[in-house]
């Protein structure tokens, strides 16, 4: 494989990281479903919370936050995947608990 093929497959990919990930990813579907229904305030609301932009991490190590392409979950909008699951409906109040939860 070229490094030029490579370096296209770990940047289409979410799964994929360049640098190094925190113990929790955090990824924000930010498509129409879930733009719609208000994906840009979670973000906003996450960035301000956990003191980071989009696609960065924590300085503890602990978080990093994504915005994603769909995750097929639009019936649950906004959502977003937190590690290995789902979350949906979000609200400030919600991702506060989760975010707590995250250890």
């Known amino acids: 494989?070229?490094?030029?093929?490579?370096?296209?497959?770990?940047?289409?990919?979410?799964?994929?990281?360049?640098?190094?990930?925190?113990?929790?990813?955090?990824?924000?579907?930010?498509?129409?479903?879930?733009?719609?229904?208000?994906a840009k305030g979670i973000i906003e609301h996450l960035t301000q919370k956990l003191g980071i932009e989009v696609g960065e991490t924590t300085p503890d190590g602990r978080v990093t936050l994504l915005s994603?392409?769909?995750?097929?979950?639009?019936?649950?909008?906004?959502?977003m995947q937190v590690d290995d699951r789902y979350e949906g409906h979000l609200t400030p109040e919600k991702m506060d608990g989760i975010l707590g939860g995250l250890r």
């Open 1 to 38: 494989l070229s490094p030029a093929h490579v370096h296209e497959v770990v940047t289409f990919y979410t799964l994929y990281f360049q640098q190094p990930k925190g113990r929790h990813v955090v990824a924000v579907c930010h498509n129409l479903s879930c733009h719609l229904l208000g």
């Open 68 to 79: 994603v392409e769909c995750l097929c979950a639009c019936e649950m909008a906004p959502m």
